[in-house]
């Protein structure tokens, strides 16, 4: 069964830390990139964070730099998110996903039309 699944989100106070992580299931997890976006009801879906395949370079959006750290283990088919100096606005439910790709420099896009996409985990700071 071809699918990621989201765990790890919470309740988080501001400056606190949290970590995301995903499994993936029934697909080639090492061949594509990945990514992290977040979604507040109502609003657009963002882009956070991606990781490539093979090198594993990563790549932020301005708003998580020096923050978040997005890092892969394909051996176990997994991805994580390491949240560091959350703030309020970091609240979002949050989603693993190859629906995102690189645009140029740190500049990716997501379309929920596009790829797999996890069941998202919530993350609240507060």
């Known amino acids: 069964h071809v699918q990621l699944v989201e765990s790890g989100g919470g309740n988080a106070q501001p400056g606190g830390s949290l970590r995301l992580s995903c499994v993936a299931s029934?697909?080639?997890?090492?061949?594509?990139?990945m990514s992290w976006a977040r979604q507040v009801p109502g609003t657009e879906l963002e882009w956070d964070s991606g990781?490539?395949?093979?090198?594993?370079?990563?790549a932020y959006a301005e708003f998580v730099r020096g923050r978040f750290t997005i890092s892969r283990d394909d051996a176990k088919n997994t991805l994580d998110l390491q949240m560091n100096s959350l703030k309020i606005e970091d609240t979002a439910v949050y989603y693993c996903?190859?629906?995102?790709?690189?645009?140029?420099?740190?500049?990716?896009?997501?379309?929920?039309?596009?790829?797999?996409w996890g069941e998202g985990t919530q993350v609240t700071v507060s």
């Open positions: 996903t190859t629906g995102c790709r690189p645009l140029f420099g740190d500049t990716w896009y997501c379309s929920r039309d596009v790829g797999l």
């Open positions: 029934g697909y080639r997890f090492s061949s594509g990139e």
């Open positions: 990781i490539y395949a093979g090198h594993g370079l990563t």
